[in-house]
């Protein structure tokens, strides 16, 4: 089984930043092996990809409501991947999810992702 922990979610005005992580865990669980992405949901709408990094963090993939204002990283040797999220809008907010897929290179696939973490509230205020 894999773990996924999110920390860093939090209220911010917008146009402010704020930088999520995802601590992942797992007996037998190869983390640069794994896609990684983060999803978000808002209230009354489906959940909804973000961003996404292959397994060495050679690839990214954007969504295109937020492609120049985030940043997706990672380090393998911690086991953890970043959301850096620069210029939010209030339309950023959302539950944002993080997900690890056994594909190396599951890009803004939903349907790729097996292991999603429980969640970290973003509220950002007009």
């Known amino acids: 089984q894999v773990q996924l922990v999110e920390s860093g979610g939090g209220q911010v005005q917008a146009g402010g930043s704020l930088r999520l992580s995802c601590a992942a865990s797992?007996?037998?669980?190869?983390?640069?092996?794994?896609?990684m992405g983060w999803f978000r949901q808002a209230p009354g709408k489906e959940r909804e990809s973000v961003t996404a990094?292959?397994?060495?963090?050679?690839?990214?993939y954007y969504a295109e409501t937020v492609k120049g204002r985030f940043s997706i990283s990672r380090d393998n040797a911690k086991n953890t991947v970043y959301l850096q999220m620069n210029s939010l809008k209030a339309e950023d907010t959302a539950v944002y999810y993080c997900a690890a897929a056994p594909n190396y290179n599951a890009g803004l696939r939903e349907s790729e992702y097996n292991y999603w973490g429980q969640g970290t509230q973003v509220t950002v205020s007009s």
């Open positions: 990094i292959s397994g060495s963090g050679g690839i990214t």
């Open positions: 797992g007996r037998f669980f190869f983390f640069d092996s794994y896609g």
